[in-house]
């Protein structure tokens, strides 16, 4: 566990590395949500589009998805392992790239940004894969964003990883759940015209 540890903090100090000054603002604007509205409203105007009402159920799946992402990994994982984010770290101090003293909250793992992208990006990809077939880009979506998080020394690339994973599980779940209540209505609908 140690040497994964020791491994962990290697591979952030190479991935943060990779920065300058032009990219800084960059980083610090794609890191929040905010930043990528246009495209979760693009989103759902194609729910929308293409799921007519049944977008209300899409979207409670989304919900849930998000809730357990985030109940997951900053509910319970952070306060229970309590790993200190790099940026907290006082063996990394002076070592890392920190931009605009930007430090986050106190614990790291597992990251719930990465948590949160990866499972919405897996929800929508389950969603739309037979209608686009480029929709698989969103995954490249997920992975920046969680870079963003490597880059400005809050996560380190295993808490990236673990929150990803979570999140893959969690949209995957989102999107059944989501399925499984389009058919129950469905078939109640069936039932009483019947």
């Known amino acids: 566990m140690e040497r ?14 990779f920065h300058a000054s032009w990219l800084d603002p960059i980083m610090m604007l ?4 905010i930043f990528w ?6 989103l759902v105007y194609l729910m929308a589009k293409f799921k007519k009402w049944d977008t209300l159920y899409y979207l409670l799946g989304v919900a849930i998805c998000i ?3 985030d109940q997951i990994t900053s509910g319970f ?7 200190l984010r790099p940026s907290h770290e006082p063996s990394l101090e002076g070592l890392l790239h920190i931009v605009n003293n930007y430090r986050g909250g106190q614990f790291s793992f597992a990251s719930g940004h990465a948590a949160n992208t990866f499972g919405v990006a897996m929800f929508v990809f389950l969603l739309f894969r037979g209608r686009y077939h480029w929709m698989s880009v969103i995954f490249l979506w997920a992975a920046f964003m969680s870079y963003t998080r490597i880059y ?3 996560h380190y690339p295993g808490d990236v990883i673990v929150g990803a994973l979570i999140g893959l599980l969690c949209g995957w779940i989102g999107y059944q759940f989501s399925t499984w209540l ?3 209505v469905q078939k109640r609908k069936l039932k009483a015209q019947s």
């Open 77 to 83: 994982m952070k306060p229970f392992f309590g790993r």
């Open 30 to 33: 794609a890191t929040k949500t």
């Open 182 to 184: 389009i058919r129950t």
């Open 4 to 17: 994964l540890l020791e491994l962990d903090k290697e591979l952030l100090l190479y991935f943060n590395g």
């Open 152 to 154: 400005l020394g809050v």
């Open 37 to 42: 509205l246009p495209l979760y409203l693009l």
């Open 67 to 69: 809730t357990l992402t």
